[in-house]
């Protein structure tokens, strides 16, 4: 399970890298916009109830990305597949961006840690 501390700014671009990143697969390609940008507003609306960020689908593109607040700061799709490196098939991102660590770079975060499983 990793956990990790960011801004609001560095937060913002690990989703857009990922965005970036992500391809149409499954059920997004009904929606697909090859076109958009990820933008602050996009940003905005990923904000969960919960207090964090989920993008499921996003402009079509198979993102399936979720932080959530936790004492050391983020942490990344809790009760998904947290403990593990992100899955090609199901994050289409991870193409680019293999291991958490990869993703976290990729936006400048340098404060993160691999916590062991309870």
Known sequence: MY????NQDQVFRLFSNAFIASK????GKVSFDSEHSFTTDDFAGLRHWKGGFCADYVYGRMM???IYSHEYGWIVNPGLNSEDDPRIDY???A????????LFKSADIDDWKQLKRR
């Open 64 to 66: 399936k990305l979720r």
């Open 24 to 27: 149409s697969m499954g059920l």
């Open 3 to 6: 956990v990790f501390k960011a």
């Open 91 to 93: 994050q289409s991102w």
């Open 95 to 102: 193409e680019k961006y293999p291991t958490w660590p990869d």
